[in-house]
């Protein structure tokens, strides 16, 4: 507007640097384009001036925790929080990290607003592959954010550390009733828990047993069964009269779908089973 001779104003510009600025001096120019006294346009001779961009936004994270392990899903968490003087917005922590043992499932997080000094937690899922070996990983998460002039900003990397367990059986199977006689059958009960973070469906379980035992009732069915929780599986079994009472090993394996609806086959359990003399006392021997 009017600008009386003599007057100072100030004047604000929005700017951003791109993220490949270095901390050093930028030139800019400045000029003016008036309104003389005569009516005429007029621009005035150009002024220069520099500009030096303050460092990245700086993030941390911490509290870096997994649950990872050998052929299994896991998932590798923390808490990141904004450590500038700024407020960052649509922020999200991304995987950087690639490798071939090793897949994220997820690759972004996405954690909203952060003011200064505020935190937020994360959490990607990984699949580990069967190739893998168990011990420590580092990784690497950036974040991904847009800054007060609405600009897309990735910050440096940040390496997290965490350790790959070694490979957990899909199922733990356990017998809570496995004698029979010699001469005779039982039903063997046969608990089965679902060792892992993930979900699994259209469990078929199917008994082997070799000589003096043998099974009419070899196979068993659960359509579902969650992290952590327990069924009951019962089959039957024989042992020949000739059996001696001592254990004899039976074997199960099992087929199901995992969570991403691939069709597994599990390694073979094997489990005891007693053949123990009847405790029914007798009569006397009699001489014929």
């Known amino acids: 507007g009017e600008w009386p001779a003599g007057e100072t104003r100030t004047v604000e510009f929005e700017a951003t640097a791109a993220p490949t600025a270095g901390p050093q001096s930028y030139p800019l120019e400045l000029q003016a384009v008036y309104e003389g006294g005569d009516g005429q346009t007029k621009q005035s001779t150009p002024h220069r001036f520099s500009?030096?961009?303050?460092?990245?936004?700086?993030?941390?994270?911490?509290?870096?925790?997994?649950?990872?392990?050998?052929?299994?899903?896991?998932r590798l968490s923390g808490?990141?929080?904004?450590?500038?003087?700024?407020?960052?917005t649509n922020a999200v922590v991304v995987f950087a990290d690639q490798r071939a043992t090793i897949t994220p499932l997820e690759t972004e997080y996405a954690v909203g607003e952060l003011g200064p000094g505020?935190?937020?937690?994360?959490s990607?899922?990984?699949?580990?592959s069967e190739e893998a070996e168990a011990g420590p990983r580092q990784f690497s998460v950036l974040t991904r954010y847009r800054t007060?002039?609405?600009a897309?900003?990735?910050?440096p990397t940040i390496d997290l550390r965490t350790t790959v367990g070694p490979e957990v059986p899909a199922f733990t199977v356990e017998t809570t009733n496995a004698t029979v006689s010699p001469g005779g059958s039982a039903a063997l009960e046969?608990?089965?828990t679902n060792n892992r973070n993930e979900a699994y469906s259209d469990v078929s379980a199917k008994l082997f047993a070799e000589s003096p035992l043998s099974t009419g009732d070899d196979e068993a069915f659960v359509s579902d069964l969650a992290p952590g929780d327990s069924t009951t599986l019962t089959f039957q079994i024989a042992a020949g009269s000739a059996a001696l009472a001592k254990d004899y090993p039976v074997s199960l394996d099992f087929?199901?779908?995992d969570a991403d609806g691939d069709t597994l086959t599990s390694d073979p359990y094997r489990l005891p089973v007693t053949v123990r003399e009847s405790e029914e006392g007798g009569g006397p021997p009699w001489l014929l």
């Open 124 to 128: 990607f899922p990984i699949q580990v």
């Open 118 to 122: 505020q935190s937020a937690e994360f």
């Open 190 to 192: 046969v608990t089965v």
């Open 79 to 88: 808490t990141i929080t904004n450590t500038g003087d700024a407020p960052v």
């Open 51 to 74: 500009v030096q961009p303050g460092p990245a936004q700086p993030f941390a994270i911490d509290n870096v925790s997994g649950t990872l392990s050998v052929g299994g899903e896991g």
């Open 148 to 150: 007060g002039g609405d």
């Open 255 to 257: 087929r199901y779908d």
């Open 152 to 155: 897309v900003v990735e910050s």
